[in-house]
């Protein structure tokens, strides 16, 4: 999947969820900075990122993905 579409995914579901992204980033162990790359679509979420993301979004990890 592009990482831009997958940003602009994260970042949706984020929203819908109601999280800042503190609060994700925080959920996650990861940085703000990163959350924040992630979501600009300036770096690539490692596998096990966005399998940490879909599970504090309490969505599929396929759902995220969009596949």
């Known amino acids: 999947m ?3 579409q997958l940003a602009q995914r994260i ?3 984020r929203k819908l ?4 992204q503190q609060e ?3 959920g996650c162990g990861i940085s703000l900075a990163v959350l ?3 979501e600009r ?3 690539r979420a490692e596998e096990q990122t966005l ?3 879909a599970e504090v979004l309490d969505i599929s ?3 995220l993905t969009n596949q």
């Open 24 to 26: 994700l980033a925080s």
């Open 41 to 43: 679509g300036n770096r």
């Open 51 to 53: 399998t940490r993301i």
């Open 11 to 13: 970042r949706a579901f």
């Open 36 to 38: 924040g790359a992630i």
């Open 61 to 63: 990890l396929q759902e």
């Open 17 to 20: 969820k109601g999280f800042t």
């Open 2 to 4: 592009e990482n831009l």
